[in-house]
């Protein structure tokens, strides 16, 4: 062929020339040239998004990511390399309605869905491994997913409150669900001593059992879990839920995570003493960092704090589906 022939140079010019002719109708790659073409005469600069008081933040982000702050997670970062990044971007309008055909009352589809948001929406990244989104920790899942929604309606039209009137004065409140009012379960003092900082596990040492490695399960190790019980559950097969409870918290790896790897491990836990059985489910209660059922605010009336439990009146859908659309109506 002709083009064969061409050398490097007239090889780059020739593809230039296509790369002109695509044209996408992407409104982050918009903002992104709009942005790349600022940069040439000004600089990127920096700007401050709010995300911390002082703060100035690389204005590259406004290309589409933010940076999330480990520390705000529900497991404070403990778990992830220590020089982890965690950015992300507003759910765009092709995984909103994949969102809403989620079916309310399948425990798995739900999970499904709330995955693909952090799957498309989320880049988790280090200096020194390869990292997926099946990283982040179950228990940071949904802080993901309020940040997620927080950008994708960042001009408010999509609130989700819930009612609760104060026990001290009976004003009514409304509470967003929202990050800034969700309360975390933390881990104990006395199991926080043996947090490994260089494994970011915890290296547990005890008497009978020697040092058990536990820490809160991934998203990829829960979707290996996962999708065994599914199997199980699809062929009418037994499966042992005392197993499934603590094994989430000692396989840290999901890569090359399969049914088989699962089994093995069922097979071998039906070995376990009652001493080491008790001792990992107490470990493995003790450890779950995620958020507790309930947002609070401060009385608008007397400052006293209110609690209310988190209802999504309209159900999961409401994340990412607008549920009022009477400000549309005329």
């Known amino acids: 062929m002709a083009d064969e022939n061409l050398n490097p140079d007239e090889m780059k010019k020739i593809i230039e020339e296509q790369e002109k ?3 996408i109708d992407d409104p982050y790659i918009a903002t992104a040239n709009q942005m790349s073409e600022s940069a040439k005469t000004q600089g990127l600069g920096k700007v401050n998004l709010g995300r911390r008081d002082g703060e100035d933040v690389n204005s590259d982000i406004l290309l589409g990511y933010h940076t999330v702050f480990t520390e705000d997670m529900p497991s404070g970062g403990l778990f992830y390399p220590v020089d982890v990044e965690i950015q992300i971007r507003p759910a765009k309008v092709a995984e909103i309605r994949h969102f809403s055909t989620l079916q309310e009352r399948d425990l798995f589809d739900i999970d499904d869905k709330l995955n693909n948001i952090i ?8 200096k020194t491994r390869v990292m997926s989104w099946k990283d982040i920790l179950e228990e940071d899942r949904i802080f993901l997913i309020l ?24 004003t009514e409140n409304e509470i967003e669900i929202a990050n800034r009012n969700l309360q ?16 970011r596990v915890l290296s547990i040492q005890t008497k009978s059992c020697g040092v058990i490695k536990m820490k809160p399960p991934t998203i990829g190790v829960m979707q290996a879990v996962t999708k065994y019980i599914r199997e199980k559950e699809r062929n009418g097969e037994n499966w042992d839920k005392s197993h499934i409870q603590i094994l989430p918290y000692i396989r840290h790896e999901w890569r090359n995570f399969t049914d088989k790897d699962i089994f093995n491990s069922e097979v071998e836990f039906q070995g376990w003493g009652d001493t080491k059985y008790t001792l990992h489910y107490r470990l493995a209660e003790q450890i779950k960092v995620g958020v507790k059922p309930d947002v609070r605010c401060s009385c608008k009336a007397c400052g006293a704090e209110v609690a209310a439990a988190i209802n999504f009146q309209g159900g999961i859908k409401d994340l990412f589906v607008v549920s009022d659309i009477s400000g549309e109506l005329l």
């Open 21 to 23: 002719q695509v044209h």
């Open 119 to 126: 799957q498309n929406c989320t880049k988790i990244k280090t």
């Open 147 to 170: 940040a997620i929604r927080a950008l994708t309606f960042s001009k408010g039209e999509n609130k989700l409150q819930v009612k609760k009137n104060c026990a001290d004065c009976n």
């Open 184 to 199: 975390f379960n933390t881990i104990p003092e006395d199991l926080m001593k043996y947090h490994d900082e260089f494994e």
